[in-house]
Structure formats: C-alpha cells, structure tokens
C-alpha cells in the first residue's frame, strides 16, 4: 500500500448496530494498558500459580532472575502460568511470537493466583495482517478494515495495542474517551466514545477529526448531529506509525 494515497472518509450511513461487547467500556476488566514508563508493576502470589494473557498474541517465553520463578508454563490459550518463589521484589519478562516483550516489575504476596491481560503501546506487523490489507483495493479495504472493527472482529493478524486519544484530533466542543484499538501492518484503528457535554446540539463531521496519517473516519451513527447529552462512537483508520 503505497503512503501517498489519498485519505478516504467514510461517510456512509450504516444500518448495523453495534454488537452488547463493542458498546461496553473500553477494556475487558483485569486488562492493562503499558504505563508511560514502559513497565508494568504487578502483585503476583507466590503461593498460588498467576497467569498472564496478552489480547491477540501468543505467549512464547518468560524468564527472570534465578530462584524467582516456578511451575512456567504455556497454555493451550497463549497464556503462561507461573508462581513467584521469593518473598522480594523482582522484574521478569513477558516474550510473545508476534515480538512483543512486557518487562514486569513484580511484588510477591501471598494469597490467590493473579490473572493479568497486559496490552502493549507499539505497533505489532504480522505477515497475516500484511497479506490481508495489501490482497485488495484501498478503498476496499477501508471499508472492510471500519465494518469489522463495528463488530468487533478484526481480520487475522491484527492485534489489541493501547488505546489512546492523545495522537487523535477531537472538536473541541466534544468530549472523548479512546476504547480500543488495533494494529495491523501499515494500519491501525482506534474506537473512541464520543459524548456532547453541551445542552445543545453539535454537528458531526467526519473533516474534523482529521490530523496527518488518518486515512478514515466512520461514526457509528448515521446522525448528522450529536443532540445534547449524546454519545456516540467513531471508528479511525490511520497509519500504524506516524512519520514525523
């Protein structure tokens, strides 16, 4: 896919709702996003077995420092289960066959198991999504890349990053709040709430969230307006990595 395309906003007006899960809050509960300092800090029991899901990917590999961990072992699932055999902090490392790593600043406790679905923050390309995007037209593939992500199926080999709306453009006259997104190969895409906090109405315009790399923007409404109190959710395409 060649980067000098021209954006394509979708303005279409779509008939499918929204399935119960894309219409609940951003993440599932228990799902963390990576901190700004790119570490997680974690309680982990060390007299029960913890286990760690990373959405979209596969665990292949922990490790840590010697006589911290025990009992490691892939599931069936693509997660890994382990318990701590210290009493002290340590860090250990979360590897996964898309080459994610997830460094894990840990706190031993006694207790229940812990159960952790951690997110990443960099874009993941796996030949899986590559082949899905380039194997048809632009347009095409905006189109089928915004519809799937309304029902919460995105295609092989995209995986769950950190959502965030700090790199999103938002009138201002909005108030908005980043649910989930993904990665492919050159594309990513956010959902993102979008809520009128006014006592009157506010167009919708599909322009104005626009900012350098996005290539598509659809709302989830076909609402030319976002009445008083509304909220509604809007579905952006842009590249995986921005160039600045």
Do not use: C
């Not at 679905?117 to 995007?133: C, F, I, N, Q, Y």
């Not at 199926?153 to 995209?158: H, I, K, R, S």
């Not at 709302?219 to 307006?225: E, G, K, L, M, Y």
């Amino acid at each position: 896919m060649k980067s000098n395309l021209m954006a394509v906003f979708v303005a279409v007006a779509l008939s499918v709702s929204l399935p119960a899960q894309a219409s609940a809050s951003a993440l599932p509960a228990g799902t963390l996003s990576l901190p700004q300092n790119g570490q997680f800090t974690l309680s982990v029991s060390a007299t029960n077995p913890n286990m760690i899901h990373i959405p979209g990917d596969v665990v292949s590999a922990i490790s840590g420092p010697a006589g911290t961990l025990t009992d490691k072992r892939l599931t069936s699932s693509g997660a890994v289960v382990f318990t701590a055999v210290t009493d002290k902090p340590f860090t250990f490392y979360v590897e996964t066959r898309k080459g994610q790593t997830f460094p894990v600043a840990a706190t031993p406790v006694k207790g229940q198991g812990k159960v952790y679905r951690l997110l990443g923050d960099m874009p993941v390309s796996t030949p899986e999504a590559k082949a899905w995007e380039t194997a048809q037209p632009y347009e095409s593939l905006l189109l089928s890349l915004n519809n799937q992500a309304m029902k919460s199926a995105l295609p092989d080999g995209y995986t769950p990053v950190k959502p965030d709306v700090a790199d999103i453009t938002v009138p201002s006259r909005l108030q908005a709040v980043a649910e989930q997104a993904w990665t492919g190969h050159a594309l990513r895409i956010d959902r993102v709430r979008i809520t009128n906090p006014h006592s009157y109405g506010v167009a919708l315009r599909e322009q104005d969230f626009w900012a350098r790399g996005v290539r598509s923007v659809m709302f989830d409404s076909q609402a030319i307006t976002l009445m008083a109190g509304a909220t509604l959710r809007v579905f952006i395409i842009r590249d995986a990595e921005v160039q600045p």
